[in-house]
């Protein structure tokens, strides 16, 4: 199995970005999703999880902004982010359990 992210950029603060994280495998969609983030010279950290059923959970930081969703059809999670910060930049990951790490995608907000 592989996760691939996608969907990263540059915004202004206020901006939106949906990011995208495409699994391979035919376990994505028995299995939760996370999605993490780490930005330069901090610890990874979670930012949400959408479970099998499409439940969600969010880090304090971002709820009320971001909206985990999935296409299990399409082996693929979404990651809308809304009303960006700068504090939101950094390199975003998608997880599975027992899956490897991919390469992450970079989000980066500034004016």
């Known amino acids: 199995v592989q996760l691939v992210e996608s969907g990263g950029g540059l915004v202004q603060p206020g901006g939106s970005l949906r990011l995208s994280c495409a699994a391979s495998g035919s376990i994505f969609s028995i299995n939760s999703m996370d999605w993490y983030r780490q930005a330069p010279g901090k610890q990874r950290e979670w930012v949400a999880r959408i479970t099998s059923g499409g439940s969600t959970t969010y880090a304090g930081s971002v709820k009320g902004r971001f909206t985990a969703s999935r296409d299990n059809a399409k082996n693929t999670v979404y990651l809308q982010m809304n009303s960006l910060k700068p504090e939101d930049t950094a390199v975003y990951y998608c997880?599975?359990?027992?899956?490897?790490w991919g390469q992450g995608t970079q989000v980066t907000v500034s004016s």
């Open positions: 997880y599975q359990a027992g899956v490897p």
